[in-house]
């Protein structure tokens, strides 16, 4: 075979291996989303993101109460498709306004963990000032921003 043809048969091979690693890592937010939702019935989840395209990449879950305390706050951070969610045990049970009012206190040094808790914080005020929006997180769409 001719250096062009294993030159070919390789970037085919790191393709392949990227297709697999974005699905696993696709399968893993779903999985996690969908674990959310089934364990909390009732209130409102945001959902945010940041791409990092010579950075990590970041994506933000913040589940909280109709009463806007968090329950549960969730940021998948690094440049790798194995990259998990790992859960922030000291900022649940606080209002959503201490957050919001300094989100970068959940990323000191990492602009984009901020960024995306910004938006989380976005997408949980839009759902809330929806008309026909209850508490509830069934039946909620995951991250539109």
Request: hydrophobic share 45%; glycine share 10%.
């Amino acid at each position: 075979m001719a250096i062009w043809q294993w030159a070919l048969l390789l970037l085919a091979v790191v393709w392949a291996l990227q297709a697999l690693g974005v699905w696993l890592q696709m399968r893993h937010y779903t999985d996690v989303f969908k674990g959310i939702t089934n364990k909390y019935k009732d209130g409102f989840v945001g959902a945010g993101n940041f791409r990092g395209r010579f950075r990590k990449g970041t994506i933000v879950l913040i589940v909280v109460t109709p009463d806007l305390i968090v329950r549960r706050l969730l940021i998948m951070s690094g440049r790798s498709v194995f990259t998990k969610f790992r859960r922030h045990e000291e900022f649940e049970g606080r209002p959503l306004d201490e957050i919001r009012s300094d989100p970068a206190i959940l990323g000191e040094g990492e602009p984009g963990v901020a960024e995306a808790v910004k938006r989380a914080i976005e997408q949980i005020d839009r759902a809330r000032s929806e008309p026909d929006r209850k508490p509830g997180l069934s039946g909620l769409s995951a991250a539109r921003a």
